[in-house]
T-cell receptor, first 110, second 113 residues
Framework: AQRVTQPEKLLSVFKGAPVELKCNYSYSGSPELFWYVQYSRQRLQLLLRHISRESIKGFTADLNKGETSFHLKKPFAQEEDSAMYYCALRYGGSQGNLIFGKGTKLSVKP | NAGVTQTPKFQVLKTGQSMTLQCAQDMNHNSMYWYRQDPGMGLRLIYYSASEGTTDKGEVPNGYNVSRLNKREFSLRLESAAPSQTSVYFC????????????FGSGTQLSVL
């Protein structure tokens, strides 16, 4: 069965430190992977998607099919990065087949 | 533009009561979704509507019904609320069912006593 695993419920780092939010997936086909973010008192929103290979707000994520991972990274964390981060997997090409991980709360301390 | 608007923002029900959560989007999107978010569970898809006139079950449809009233509106109904349905409910929309970018509403906090 398809599954998305975010092993850390909470990740706490200091400002300026590197941050890596882990995401592993289980899917035998070609996955489409995304990171969504929810800042305090804001709506859940798309941060980035693997197909675009883009950097958003300094975050990058590389799809590693061998390790079935899609970790989110940023070299220097900022306080405004504090939020809930959700990794999501779409399979079968349909939005109805989009499943989310349980989320990781990132806390960046001053 | 308001984007995706959900009402109400908060609701308390007694077991067995019924209610409808309303969702509307003004982005001319074809596809709409209802998710629930429970502590430690992430978001789980309840129902979705790939286009006007169609609805499909998601991961956790039991106890819910939906209506795609028109292109703008997608409602979620609890016919007989149960404590297990206490959750935060999110409506979302996307341009198409194949489009990866979901736009979310601000959520409805529902408590069933």
């Amino acid at each position: 069965a398809q599954r998305v695993t975010q092993p850390e419920k909470l990740l706490s780092v200091f400002k300026g430190a590197p941050v890596e939010l882990k995401c592993n997936y289980s899917y035998s086909g070609s996955p489409e992977l995304f990171w969504y973010v929810q800042y305090s008192r804001q709506r859940l929103q798309l941060l980035l998607r693997h197909i675009s290979r883009e950097s958003i707000k300094g975050f990058t994520a590389d799809l590693n099919k061998g390790e079935t991972s899609f970790h989110l990274k940023k070299p220097f964390a900022q306080e405004e990065d504090s939020a809930m981060y959700y990794c999501a997997l779409r399979y079968g090409g349909s939005q109805g087949n989009l499943i989310f991980g349980k989320g990781t709360k990132l806390s960046v301390k001053p | 533009n308001a984007g995706v608007t959900q009402t109400p923002k908060f609701q308390v029900l007694k077991t067995g009561q019924s209610m409808t959560l309303q969702c509307a989007q003004d982005m001319n999107h074809n596809s709409m979704y209802w998710y629930r978010q429970d502590p430690g569970m992430g978001l789980r898809l309840i129902y979705y509507s790939a286009s006007e006139g169609t609805t499909d079950k998601g991961e956790v449809p039991n106890g819910y019904n939906v209506s795609r009233l028109n292109k703008r509106e997608f409602s979620l109904r609890l016919e007989s609320a149960a404590p297990s349905q206490t959750s935060v409910y999110f409506c979302a929309s996307s341009r198409t069912a194949l489009n990866e970018k979901l736009f979310f509403g601000s959520g409805t906090q529902l408590s069933v006593l």
